[in-house]
Protein backbone atom coordinates (compact mmCIF):
# COMPACT_ATOMS: atom_id res chain seq x y z
CA UNK A 1 0.00 0.00 0.00
CA UNK A 2 1.59 3.57 -0.88
CA UNK A 3 1.76 5.82 2.23
CA UNK A 4 -0.30 9.44 2.47
CA UNK A 5 0.99 12.10 0.60
CA UNK A 6 2.70 9.53 -1.89
CA UNK A 7 1.74 8.37 -4.68
CA UNK A 8 4.79 5.81 -4.95
CA UNK A 9 5.81 6.45 -8.87
CA UNK A 10 8.34 9.10 -10.16
CA UNK A 11 7.58 10.20 -14.21
CA UNK A 12 10.70 9.43 -16.17
CA UNK A 13 10.04 12.28 -19.23
CA UNK A 14 12.52 11.39 -22.69
CA UNK A 15 12.38 14.84 -24.94
CA UNK A 16 14.53 13.44 -27.34
CA UNK A 17 13.50 14.72 -30.89
CA UNK A 18 10.07 16.59 -31.81
CA UNK A 19 8.05 14.04 -29.33
CA UNK A 20 7.81 13.27 -25.32
CA UNK A 21 7.34 9.67 -24.03
CA UNK A 22 6.58 9.71 -20.10
CA UNK A 23 7.09 6.14 -18.30
CA UNK A 24 6.62 5.36 -15.24
CA UNK A 25 9.32 4.49 -12.48
CA UNK A 26 8.38 3.16 -9.19
CA UNK A 27 9.33 4.27 -5.68
CA UNK A 28 8.85 1.70 -2.97
CA UNK A 29 8.03 2.92 0.66
CA UNK A 30 11.07 1.78 1.58
CA UNK A 31 13.11 4.57 -0.37
CA UNK A 32 9.91 6.86 0.33
CA UNK A 33 10.62 6.33 4.05
CA UNK A 34 14.61 6.63 3.87
CA UNK A 35 14.51 10.32 1.67
CA UNK A 36 10.86 11.70 2.65
CA UNK A 37 11.04 13.42 -0.85
CA UNK A 38 11.73 17.16 -1.94
CA UNK A 39 15.78 17.24 -1.84
CA UNK A 40 15.93 14.02 -0.52
CA UNK A 41 14.50 12.05 -2.97
CA UNK A 42 15.68 13.91 -5.87
CA UNK A 43 19.20 13.04 -4.66
CA UNK A 44 18.43 9.07 -4.86
CA UNK A 45 16.80 10.02 -8.03
CA UNK A 46 20.27 11.44 -9.03
CA UNK A 47 22.26 8.43 -8.21
CA UNK A 48 20.08 6.26 -9.74
CA UNK A 49 19.68 7.93 -13.27
CA UNK A 50 22.07 10.20 -13.73
CA UNK A 51 24.85 7.98 -15.49
CA UNK A 52 28.36 8.81 -14.20
CA UNK A 53 30.49 11.50 -15.29
CA UNK A 54 27.58 12.65 -16.79
CA UNK A 55 27.92 16.64 -18.68
CA UNK A 56 25.35 18.36 -16.59
CA UNK A 57 24.34 20.00 -19.98
CA UNK A 58 24.71 16.61 -22.16
CA UNK A 59 21.08 15.32 -23.34
CA UNK A 60 21.80 12.42 -20.74
CA UNK A 61 21.72 14.54 -17.36
CA UNK A 62 18.48 14.22 -15.75
CA UNK A 63 16.98 17.04 -14.07
CA UNK A 64 14.17 16.05 -11.50
CA UNK A 65 11.14 18.41 -10.21
CA UNK A 66 10.37 16.63 -6.81
CA UNK A 67 7.52 16.96 -4.50
CA UNK A 68 6.90 15.89 -1.21
CA UNK A 69 3.95 14.25 1.43
CA UNK A 70 3.26 17.65 2.71
CA UNK A 71 2.70 18.94 -1.06
CA UNK A 72 -1.28 19.67 -1.09
CA UNK A 73 -1.98 19.41 2.80
CA UNK A 74 -3.40 23.03 4.28
CA UNK A 75 0.18 22.76 6.33
CA UNK A 76 1.77 26.08 6.02
CA UNK A 77 4.90 26.69 3.76
CA UNK A 78 4.22 23.12 2.42
CA UNK A 79 3.65 24.59 -0.88
CA UNK A 80 7.16 23.82 -2.37
CA UNK A 81 8.82 21.67 -4.86
CA UNK A 82 12.78 20.82 -5.21
CA UNK A 83 14.87 20.85 -8.86
CA UNK A 84 17.62 18.27 -8.61
CA UNK A 85 20.41 18.15 -11.01
CA UNK A 86 24.57 17.79 -11.80
CA UNK A 87 25.34 21.70 -11.60
CA UNK A 88 26.60 22.84 -14.84
CA UNK A 89 28.50 25.80 -12.69
CA UNK A 90 30.22 23.14 -9.90
CA UNK A 91 30.12 19.65 -11.80
CA UNK A 92 28.57 17.98 -8.75
CA UNK A 93 25.09 17.61 -7.20
CA UNK A 94 22.60 20.92 -6.59
CA UNK A 95 19.49 21.35 -5.50
CA UNK A 96 16.87 24.26 -5.19
CA UNK A 97 13.55 24.95 -3.99
CA UNK A 98 10.69 27.38 -4.95
CA UNK A 99 7.17 28.23 -3.70
CA UNK A 100 4.79 27.98 -5.81
CA UNK A 101 1.47 26.88 -7.02
CA UNK A 102 3.30 24.80 -9.44
CA UNK A 103 4.50 22.15 -6.45
CA UNK A 104 0.77 21.76 -5.88
CA UNK A 105 -0.06 20.67 -9.73
CA UNK A 106 3.17 19.18 -9.93
CA UNK A 107 2.10 16.74 -7.61
CA UNK A 108 -1.36 16.18 -8.61
CA UNK A 109 -0.41 14.76 -11.94
CA UNK A 110 0.20 12.25 -9.69
CA UNK A 111 3.66 11.73 -9.77
CA UNK A 112 6.39 12.30 -6.81
CA UNK A 113 8.75 13.23 -9.11
CA UNK A 114 8.74 14.45 -13.15
CA UNK A 115 12.56 13.44 -14.16
CA UNK A 116 13.36 14.95 -17.78
CA UNK A 117 16.08 13.51 -19.72
CA UNK A 118 17.25 14.09 -23.79
CA UNK A 119 17.21 17.23 -26.02
CA UNK A 120 14.28 18.62 -28.06
CA UNK A 121 15.27 19.14 -31.70
CA UNK A 122 13.87 23.23 -31.58
CA UNK A 123 12.85 25.78 -28.90
CA UNK A 124 9.41 23.82 -26.94
CA UNK A 125 7.33 23.44 -23.97
CA UNK A 126 6.67 20.51 -22.05
CA UNK A 127 3.04 19.62 -20.83
CA UNK A 128 2.06 16.92 -18.52
CA UNK A 129 -1.27 16.29 -16.80
CA UNK A 130 -1.31 12.55 -15.87
CA UNK A 131 -0.03 10.45 -17.99
CA UNK A 132 -0.47 12.48 -20.87
CA UNK A 133 2.71 13.73 -21.79
CA UNK A 134 3.67 15.86 -24.75
CA UNK A 135 6.07 18.42 -26.20
CA UNK A 136 4.59 21.39 -27.87
CA UNK A 137 7.46 23.69 -30.45
CA UNK A 138 7.87 27.12 -28.91
CA UNK A 139 9.78 29.05 -31.56
CA UNK A 140 8.21 31.94 -30.73
CA UNK A 141 9.01 31.52 -26.76
CA UNK A 142 12.91 32.50 -27.44
CA UNK A 143 14.20 35.24 -25.55
CA UNK A 144 11.24 36.03 -23.39
CA UNK A 145 11.97 36.39 -20.09
CA UNK A 146 10.37 33.88 -17.64
CA UNK A 147 7.60 35.73 -16.71
CA UNK A 148 6.87 36.58 -20.04
CA UNK A 149 6.69 33.13 -21.74
CA UNK A 150 4.46 31.96 -18.40
CA UNK A 151 2.30 34.62 -19.45
CA UNK A 152 2.66 33.68 -22.92
CA UNK A 153 2.37 29.66 -22.34
CA UNK A 154 -1.15 30.24 -20.25
CA UNK A 155 -2.46 31.91 -23.17
CA UNK A 156 -1.64 29.35 -25.79
CA UNK A 157 -2.72 26.38 -23.52
CA UNK A 158 -4.94 27.67 -20.55
CA UNK A 159 -5.31 29.41 -17.51
CA UNK A 160 -5.06 26.67 -15.34
CA UNK A 161 -1.92 25.03 -16.07
CA UNK A 162 0.83 26.10 -13.99
CA UNK A 163 4.20 27.21 -15.88
CA UNK A 164 7.97 27.05 -14.65
CA UNK A 165 10.06 28.65 -16.95
CA UNK A 166 13.65 29.90 -18.00
CA UNK A 167 14.67 33.06 -19.02
CA UNK A 168 17.39 34.11 -21.74
CA UNK A 169 20.27 33.05 -19.71
CA UNK A 170 18.92 29.50 -19.36
CA UNK A 171 18.59 29.53 -23.38
CA UNK A 172 22.02 30.57 -23.77
CA UNK A 173 23.20 28.00 -20.78
CA UNK A 174 24.09 30.88 -18.67
CA UNK A 175 25.81 28.13 -15.98
CA UNK A 176 23.92 29.80 -13.13
CA UNK A 177 20.40 30.56 -15.14
CA UNK A 178 17.62 29.37 -12.99
CA UNK A 179 14.27 28.10 -13.26
CA UNK A 180 11.35 30.72 -12.41
CA UNK A 181 6.97 30.31 -11.24
CA UNK A 182 5.18 33.19 -10.67
CA UNK A 183 8.31 35.45 -9.68
CA UNK A 184 10.01 33.16 -7.39
CA UNK A 185 13.33 30.97 -8.28
CA UNK A 186 15.07 28.04 -8.20
CA UNK A 187 18.15 29.63 -8.58
CA UNK A 188 20.82 28.41 -7.57
CA UNK A 189 23.56 26.21 -9.32
CA UNK A 190 22.32 26.41 -12.87
CA UNK A 191 19.41 24.43 -13.21
CA UNK A 192 18.14 26.60 -15.29
CA UNK A 193 21.06 25.66 -17.99
CA UNK A 194 19.94 22.19 -17.70
CA UNK A 195 16.81 22.87 -19.00
CA UNK A 196 18.01 24.82 -21.70
CA UNK A 197 20.24 22.94 -22.76
CA UNK A 198 17.19 20.18 -23.40
CA UNK A 199 15.39 23.18 -25.70
CA UNK A 200 12.91 23.22 -22.81
CA UNK A 201 12.12 26.68 -22.86
CA UNK A 202 9.29 25.75 -20.26
CA UNK A 203 7.12 22.99 -18.02
CA UNK A 204 3.57 23.34 -18.33
CA UNK A 205 1.88 21.31 -15.18
CA UNK A 206 -1.77 21.00 -14.80
CA UNK A 207 -4.03 18.56 -11.80
CA UNK A 208 -5.26 15.17 -12.89
CA UNK A 209 -6.05 13.53 -9.87
CA UNK A 210 -5.79 13.89 -5.65
CA UNK A 211 -4.16 12.57 -2.88
CA UNK A 212 -5.13 10.98 0.25
CA UNK A 213 -3.22 11.91 4.13
CA UNK A 214 -3.53 9.26 6.72
CA UNK A 215 -5.20 10.88 9.55
CA UNK A 216 -7.15 14.13 7.64
CA UNK A 217 -9.17 15.34 11.27
CA UNK A 218 -5.11 15.18 12.64
CA UNK A 219 -3.60 17.47 9.29
CA UNK A 220 -6.31 19.64 9.95
CA UNK A 221 -5.82 19.83 13.64
CA UNK A 222 -1.55 20.63 13.02
CA UNK A 223 -2.08 22.87 10.26
CA UNK A 224 -4.53 25.25 12.39
CA UNK A 225 -1.85 24.95 15.08
CA UNK A 226 1.20 25.78 12.77
CA UNK A 227 -0.75 28.23 11.46
CA UNK A 228 -1.32 30.03 14.62
CA UNK A 229 2.65 29.81 15.47
CA UNK A 230 3.20 31.07 12.27
CA UNK A 231 2.18 34.14 13.16
CA UNK A 232 4.34 34.36 16.43
CA UNK A 233 7.30 35.85 16.87
CA UNK A 234 10.10 33.45 15.81
CA UNK A 235 8.49 34.90 11.95
CA UNK A 236 7.83 38.86 13.12
CA UNK A 237 11.21 40.07 11.53
CA UNK A 238 10.18 38.17 7.92
CA UNK A 239 6.76 39.63 8.49
CA UNK A 240 7.79 43.11 9.56
CA UNK A 241 11.17 44.02 7.32
CA UNK A 242 11.67 40.53 5.59
CA UNK A 243 15.15 39.04 5.17
CA UNK A 244 16.31 42.63 4.11
CA UNK A 245 16.66 43.21 7.57
CA UNK A 246 19.49 41.30 8.06
CA UNK A 247 21.76 43.93 6.67
CA UNK A 248 21.98 46.69 9.00
CA UNK A 249 22.84 43.98 11.60
CA UNK A 250 25.01 41.96 9.49
CA UNK A 251 27.13 45.39 9.05
CA UNK A 252 27.23 45.90 13.20
CA UNK A 253 28.81 42.76 13.07
CA UNK A 254 31.05 42.89 10.77
CA UNK A 255 29.93 40.44 8.65
CA UNK A 256 28.48 41.90 5.57
CA UNK A 257 30.81 41.21 2.79
CA UNK A 258 31.82 43.99 1.12
CA UNK A 259 33.78 44.41 -2.36
CA UNK A 260 34.58 41.19 -3.21
CA UNK A 261 35.34 39.77 1.06
CA UNK A 262 37.89 42.43 1.06
CA UNK A 263 36.02 44.28 4.02
CA UNK A 264 32.74 43.14 6.03
CA UNK A 265 31.53 46.22 6.57
CA UNK A 266 29.76 49.21 4.07
CA UNK A 267 29.80 52.71 4.53
CA UNK A 268 26.85 52.35 2.19
CA UNK A 269 24.75 50.32 4.02
CA UNK A 270 22.36 52.66 6.08
CA UNK A 271 21.17 53.54 2.29
CA UNK A 272 19.82 49.82 1.04
CA UNK A 273 18.50 49.00 4.74
CA UNK A 274 15.27 47.46 4.91
CA UNK A 275 14.47 50.26 7.77
CA UNK A 276 15.28 53.26 4.84
CA UNK A 277 13.20 51.27 1.81
CA UNK A 278 10.26 50.19 4.07
CA UNK A 279 10.22 53.58 5.26
CA UNK A 280 10.52 55.63 1.88
CA UNK A 281 9.50 52.59 -0.83
CA UNK A 282 7.21 50.01 0.74
CA UNK A 283 4.51 49.36 -1.06
CA UNK A 284 3.40 46.10 -0.44
CA UNK A 285 3.98 42.60 1.34
CA UNK A 286 2.74 39.25 -0.48
CA UNK A 287 2.73 35.78 0.17
CA UNK A 288 4.18 32.52 -1.61
CA UNK A 289 1.50 30.18 -2.02
CA UNK A 290 -0.16 28.53 1.01
CA UNK A 291 2.14 30.23 3.53
CA UNK A 292 0.76 32.48 6.56
CA UNK A 293 4.30 34.28 7.12
CA UNK A 294 4.51 36.94 4.19
CA UNK A 295 8.12 37.47 4.18
CA UNK A 296 8.12 38.87 0.52
CA UNK A 297 8.23 42.75 0.41
CA UNK A 298 7.50 44.68 -2.40
CA UNK A 299 9.24 48.50 -2.68
CA UNK A 300 8.74 51.09 -5.60
CA UNK A 301 11.43 51.57 -8.21
CA UNK A 302 12.58 54.89 -9.67
CA UNK A 303 10.68 55.65 -12.85
CA UNK A 304 7.80 53.32 -12.21
CA UNK A 305 7.53 49.98 -11.85
CA UNK A 306 7.88 47.42 -8.43
CA UNK A 307 10.82 45.12 -7.62
CA UNK A 308 10.58 42.82 -4.59
CA UNK A 309 14.37 42.38 -2.17
CA UNK A 310 15.75 40.62 -0.72
CA UNK A 311 18.90 39.96 2.00
CA UNK A 312 21.08 37.82 -0.96
CA UNK A 313 20.03 39.51 -4.12
CA UNK A 314 20.85 43.14 -2.36
CA UNK A 315 24.32 42.19 -0.71
CA UNK A 316 25.30 40.67 -3.65
CA UNK A 317 24.37 43.60 -6.07
CA UNK A 318 25.41 45.82 -3.53
CA UNK A 319 27.77 45.72 -0.60
CA UNK A 320 29.79 43.20 -2.88
CA UNK A 321 29.97 45.16 -5.68
CA UNK A 322 30.46 48.26 -3.52
CA UNK A 323 27.03 49.90 -4.83
CA UNK A 324 25.04 52.20 -2.63
CA UNK A 325 22.53 53.80 -4.60
CA UNK A 326 19.29 51.84 -4.32
CA UNK A 327 17.97 52.97 -8.01
CA UNK A 328 21.12 50.80 -8.97
CA UNK A 329 20.67 47.91 -7.16
CA UNK A 330 17.26 47.42 -7.54
CA UNK A 331 17.30 48.04 -11.30
CA UNK A 332 19.88 44.97 -11.09
CA UNK A 333 18.11 42.62 -9.37
CA UNK A 334 15.27 43.72 -11.68
CA UNK A 335 18.15 42.60 -14.70
CA UNK A 336 18.66 39.68 -12.89
CA UNK A 337 15.11 38.56 -12.89
CA UNK A 338 14.52 39.50 -16.71
CA UNK A 339 17.53 37.10 -17.48
CA UNK A 340 16.92 34.70 -15.31
CA UNK A 341 19.98 34.04 -13.42
CA UNK A 342 20.98 33.60 -10.01
CA UNK A 343 21.55 37.33 -7.93
CA UNK A 344 24.40 35.61 -5.69
CA UNK A 345 26.45 33.97 -8.35
CA UNK A 346 26.13 37.28 -10.81
CA UNK A 347 27.27 39.22 -8.05
CA UNK A 348 29.89 37.55 -6.78
CA UNK A 349 31.32 36.68 -10.16
CA UNK A 350 31.00 40.68 -11.31
CA UNK A 351 32.53 41.88 -8.23
CA UNK A 352 35.36 39.48 -8.78
CA UNK A 353 35.64 40.76 -12.17
CA UNK A 354 35.49 44.20 -10.74
CA UNK A 355 38.61 43.25 -8.18
CA UNK A 356 40.67 41.43 -11.24
CA UNK A 357 39.77 44.67 -13.73
CA UNK A 358 40.95 47.22 -10.28
CA UNK A 359 44.26 45.18 -10.52
CA UNK A 360 44.70 45.20 -14.07
CA UNK A 361 43.95 41.72 -14.62
CA UNK A 362 41.39 42.23 -17.24
CA UNK A 363 41.02 45.10 -19.80
CA UNK A 364 38.10 46.23 -18.84
CA UNK A 365 38.39 49.85 -17.27
CA UNK A 366 35.04 50.87 -17.24
CA UNK A 367 34.66 47.61 -14.59
CA UNK A 368 34.89 49.46 -11.16
CA UNK A 369 33.37 48.90 -7.39
CA UNK A 370 31.05 51.53 -7.05
CA UNK A 371 29.19 51.95 -10.26
CA UNK A 372 25.98 51.09 -10.53
CA UNK A 373 25.88 51.47 -14.20
CA UNK A 374 28.80 49.34 -15.18
CA UNK A 375 27.17 46.38 -13.06
CA UNK A 376 24.36 46.68 -15.52
CA UNK A 377 26.61 46.59 -18.18
CA UNK A 378 28.48 43.79 -16.72
CA UNK A 379 24.44 42.22 -16.27
CA UNK A 380 23.80 42.37 -19.75
CA UNK A 381 27.13 41.01 -21.11
CA UNK A 382 26.55 37.90 -18.74
CA UNK A 383 22.84 37.54 -20.07
CA UNK A 384 23.74 37.72 -24.06
CA UNK A 385 26.84 36.39 -23.15
CA UNK A 386 28.64 38.79 -25.66
CA UNK A 387 32.18 37.45 -27.07
CA UNK A 388 34.28 38.38 -24.23
CA UNK A 389 33.71 39.42 -20.71
CA UNK A 390 30.08 38.45 -21.02
CA UNK A 391 30.75 34.70 -22.37
CA UNK A 392 33.88 34.82 -19.34
CA UNK A 393 31.44 35.96 -16.71
CA UNK A 394 28.89 33.29 -17.67
CA UNK A 395 30.87 30.45 -16.76
CA UNK A 396 31.03 31.83 -12.65
CA UNK A 397 33.72 33.02 -10.76
CA UNK A 398 35.77 29.86 -10.81
CA UNK A 399 35.78 29.03 -14.08
CA UNK A 400 36.63 32.68 -15.19
CA UNK A 401 39.45 32.75 -12.56
CA UNK A 402 40.99 29.33 -14.61
CA UNK A 403 41.07 31.20 -17.69
CA UNK A 404 42.25 34.83 -16.70
CA UNK A 405 44.91 33.04 -14.17
CA UNK A 406 47.40 34.83 -12.34
CA UNK A 407 46.62 33.60 -8.74
CA UNK A 408 42.86 35.26 -9.32
CA UNK A 409 41.33 32.17 -8.25
CA UNK A 410 42.62 33.06 -4.75
CA UNK A 411 39.94 35.62 -4.30
CA UNK A 412 37.34 34.06 -6.44
CA UNK A 413 34.61 34.03 -4.14
CA UNK A 414 33.37 30.57 -4.24
CA UNK A 415 33.28 26.61 -2.81
CA UNK A 416 33.07 24.04 -4.93
CA UNK A 417 32.40 26.52 -8.28
CA UNK A 418 29.13 28.10 -6.32
CA UNK A 419 29.70 31.76 -5.42
CA UNK A 420 29.71 32.48 -1.86
CA UNK A 421 26.63 33.88 0.17
CA UNK A 422 25.92 37.44 2.02
CA UNK A 423 28.40 35.88 5.39
CA UNK A 424 31.80 36.61 6.21
CA UNK A 425 33.22 33.39 6.99
CA UNK A 426 35.97 35.15 9.23
CA UNK A 427 33.79 36.36 11.20
CA UNK A 428 31.30 33.63 11.48
CA UNK A 429 33.26 30.32 11.79
CA UNK A 430 31.16 28.16 12.54
CA UNK A 431 29.51 29.26 9.16
CA UNK A 432 32.94 29.05 7.61
CA UNK A 433 32.83 25.09 8.21
CA UNK A 434 29.67 24.92 7.08
CA UNK A 435 30.32 26.16 3.68
CA UNK A 436 33.61 24.63 3.21
CA UNK A 437 31.88 21.25 3.47
CA UNK A 438 28.51 21.57 1.93
CA UNK A 439 27.53 19.48 -0.79
CA UNK A 440 26.25 22.31 -3.09
CA UNK A 441 29.24 24.43 -2.24
CA UNK A 442 28.89 27.78 -0.74
CA UNK A 443 25.50 27.67 0.33
CA UNK A 444 23.79 29.12 3.50
CA UNK A 445 19.86 27.37 3.21
CA UNK A 446 21.84 24.24 3.16
CA UNK A 447 23.91 25.06 6.36
CA UNK A 448 22.58 27.50 8.49
CA UNK A 449 25.75 27.19 11.14
CA UNK A 450 25.18 31.48 10.89
CA UNK A 451 22.85 30.98 13.45
CA UNK A 452 24.48 29.23 16.30
CA UNK A 453 27.77 31.69 15.37
CA UNK A 454 25.36 34.78 16.32
CA UNK A 455 23.39 33.13 18.84
CA UNK A 456 25.65 34.85 21.92
CA UNK A 457 26.79 30.95 22.72
CA UNK A 458 29.71 30.54 21.12
CA UNK A 459 32.78 32.77 20.09
CA UNK A 460 32.12 33.37 16.35
CA UNK A 461 35.95 34.01 15.72
CA UNK A 462 37.59 30.87 17.12
CA UNK A 463 36.38 28.23 15.76
CA UNK A 464 36.39 24.63 17.01
CA UNK A 465 34.75 21.75 18.46
CA UNK A 466 31.40 23.44 19.44
CA UNK A 467 31.00 25.29 15.81
CA UNK A 468 31.63 21.74 14.23
CA UNK A 469 28.56 20.26 16.65
CA UNK A 470 26.58 23.62 15.52
CA UNK A 471 27.26 22.98 11.73
CA UNK A 472 26.30 19.67 11.90
CA UNK A 473 22.84 20.29 13.39
CA UNK A 474 21.80 22.80 10.94
CA UNK A 475 22.53 20.73 8.20
CA UNK A 476 20.67 17.65 9.25
CA UNK A 477 17.68 20.15 10.21
CA UNK A 478 18.02 21.98 6.64
CA UNK A 479 18.19 18.43 4.95
CA UNK A 480 14.77 17.18 7.21
CA UNK A 481 13.14 20.50 6.01
CA UNK A 482 14.26 20.78 2.44
CA UNK A 483 12.72 16.74 1.89
CA UNK A 484 9.80 17.42 3.71
CA UNK A 485 9.50 20.44 2.10
CA UNK A 486 8.43 23.08 5.27
CA UNK A 487 10.11 26.94 4.45
CA UNK A 488 13.38 27.39 6.73
CA UNK A 489 11.58 30.34 7.91
CA UNK A 490 9.21 28.40 9.78
CA UNK A 491 11.99 26.88 11.49
CA UNK A 492 11.84 28.80 14.52
CA UNK A 493 8.48 28.21 15.60
CA UNK A 494 9.17 24.63 16.78
CA UNK A 495 10.09 23.69 20.10
CA UNK A 496 11.22 20.20 19.54
CA UNK A 497 12.23 20.17 16.02
CA UNK A 498 12.36 16.48 15.01
CA UNK A 499 9.67 15.44 16.92
CA UNK A 500 7.53 17.81 15.71
CA UNK A 501 8.39 17.39 12.47
CA UNK A 502 7.81 13.35 12.60
CA UNK A 503 4.29 13.99 14.15
CA UNK A 504 3.53 15.95 10.89
CA UNK A 505 4.91 13.52 8.68
CA UNK A 506 3.29 10.67 10.59
CA UNK A 507 -0.13 12.29 9.93
CA UNK A 508 0.29 12.38 6.73
CA UNK A 509 1.88 9.33 5.76
CA UNK A 510 0.66 7.17 8.12
CA UNK A 511 4.36 6.41 9.40
CA UNK A 512 5.09 5.42 12.79
CA UNK A 513 7.72 8.03 12.95
CA UNK A 514 10.00 9.25 15.71
CA UNK A 515 12.79 11.81 16.31
CA UNK A 516 15.46 8.98 16.06
CA UNK A 517 14.76 8.06 13.04
CA UNK A 518 13.78 11.35 11.40
CA UNK A 519 17.98 12.13 12.79
CA UNK A 520 19.02 8.73 10.80
CA UNK A 521 16.75 9.92 8.20
CA UNK A 522 19.01 13.65 7.87
CA UNK A 523 22.39 11.90 8.29
CA UNK A 524 21.44 9.42 5.47
CA UNK A 525 20.76 12.23 3.13
CA UNK A 526 23.57 14.41 3.54
CA UNK A 527 25.62 11.12 3.20
CA UNK A 528 23.69 10.46 -0.26
CA UNK A 529 24.52 13.90 -1.36
CA UNK A 530 28.43 13.59 -0.74
CA UNK A 531 28.55 10.10 -1.79
CA UNK A 532 27.19 11.71 -5.62
CA UNK A 533 29.65 14.18 -5.26
CA UNK A 534 32.64 11.42 -4.63
CA UNK A 535 31.38 9.27 -7.71
CA UNK A 536 31.49 12.70 -9.04
CA UNK A 537 35.28 13.36 -9.13
CA UNK A 538 35.07 15.32 -5.46
CA UNK A 539 37.72 15.13 -2.78
CA UNK A 540 38.63 15.73 0.30
CA UNK A 541 40.48 19.08 -1.11
CA UNK A 542 37.09 20.76 -2.31
CA UNK A 543 36.38 21.24 1.17
CA UNK A 544 38.31 24.60 1.75
CA UNK A 545 37.54 28.23 1.20
CA UNK A 546 39.12 30.77 -0.78
CA UNK A 547 42.59 31.53 -0.23
CA UNK A 548 41.45 34.93 0.88
CA UNK A 549 39.10 33.39 3.72
CA UNK A 550 42.46 31.79 4.84
CA UNK A 551 45.43 34.07 4.67
CA UNK A 552 44.07 37.45 5.00
CA UNK A 553 42.54 38.58 8.58
CA UNK A 554 39.44 41.34 8.61
CA UNK A 555 40.16 44.02 11.58
CA UNK A 556 36.69 44.82 13.40
CA UNK A 557 35.64 47.60 14.16
CA UNK A 558 35.25 45.77 17.98
CA UNK A 559 39.19 46.05 18.26
CA UNK A 560 39.27 41.84 17.79
CA UNK A 561 41.12 40.21 14.51
CA UNK A 562 38.77 37.96 12.76
CA UNK A 563 41.35 35.54 11.58
CA UNK A 564 40.64 31.90 10.07
CA UNK A 565 43.81 29.76 8.81
CA UNK A 566 43.98 26.54 7.04
CA UNK A 567 44.89 24.48 9.80
CA UNK A 568 42.00 25.70 12.14
CA UNK A 569 39.41 25.01 9.36
CA UNK A 570 41.55 21.93 8.34
CA UNK A 571 41.13 20.36 11.65
CA UNK A 572 36.87 21.50 11.94
CA UNK A 573 36.61 19.72 8.81
CA UNK A 574 38.49 16.91 10.35
CA UNK A 575 35.81 17.34 13.10
CA UNK A 576 33.15 17.11 11.06
CA UNK A 577 34.24 14.10 9.15
CA UNK A 578 34.44 12.20 12.61
CA UNK A 579 31.18 12.97 13.77
CA UNK A 580 29.57 12.13 10.12
CA UNK A 581 31.51 9.09 10.45
CA UNK A 582 33.92 9.64 7.24
CA UNK A 583 37.20 9.06 6.83
CA UNK A 584 39.68 11.06 7.13
CA UNK A 585 39.58 11.47 2.58
CA UNK A 586 35.75 12.42 3.77
CA UNK A 587 34.55 9.32 1.85
CA UNK A 588 31.36 7.67 3.12
CA UNK A 589 31.76 4.55 4.88
CA UNK A 590 30.71 0.88 3.22
CA UNK A 591 28.32 0.34 5.44
CA UNK A 592 26.94 3.68 4.97
CA UNK A 593 26.54 3.41 1.15
CA UNK A 594 24.45 0.01 1.91
CA UNK A 595 22.45 2.33 4.14
CA UNK A 596 21.97 4.38 1.08
CA UNK A 597 19.34 2.10 -1.09
CA UNK A 598 20.79 2.79 -4.23
CA UNK A 599 20.04 -0.78 -5.04
CA UNK A 600 16.68 0.23 -5.33
Known sequence: MVPGGFFGRALLVDVDGGAATGVPYELSERVLRSYLGGVGLGTWLLHRLAPAGVDPLAPGAPLAFVFSSLVGTPLTTSAKFAV??????????TDALASSRFAISGKLTGHDAIVIRGRAAELSVLLIEGADVRLEPAPELAGMTAAQAETAARERFGRNWQTAAIGPAGERQVRYATISHDGRHAGRGGLGAVLGAKNIKAVLVRAATKVSVADQAGVLAAARDLRRRSFGPATAKYRELGTLANLLAFNAVSTLPTRNFTAATFEGAPRLAAEELHELRGVARNSCASCSIGCEHIYSRKG?????????????????????????????????DELGIDTISAGGTIAWAMECAERGLLDE????????????????????RSPGLGELLAQGSRRAAGVVGRSSIDFAPQVKGLELPGYEPRSLQAMALGLAVNARGADHNRSGAYEADLSGELDRLAGGAAHVAAAVDTEDRAAVMDSMILCKFLRGVFDDPFTEWAGLLALV????????ELRETARRIVRAKRAFNLREGATAADDTLPARMLETPLELGSGRRAALDAGRLRSMVAGYYAVRGLDEEGRVAATDLADLLLDG
Open 84 to 93: VAKSPLTGLL
Open 304 to 336: GGKQRMEYENVFALGPLCGVSDPDEVFAASARC
Open 365 to 384: PWLRFGDGAALLRALDAIGE
Open 509 to 516: TGWPLDAA
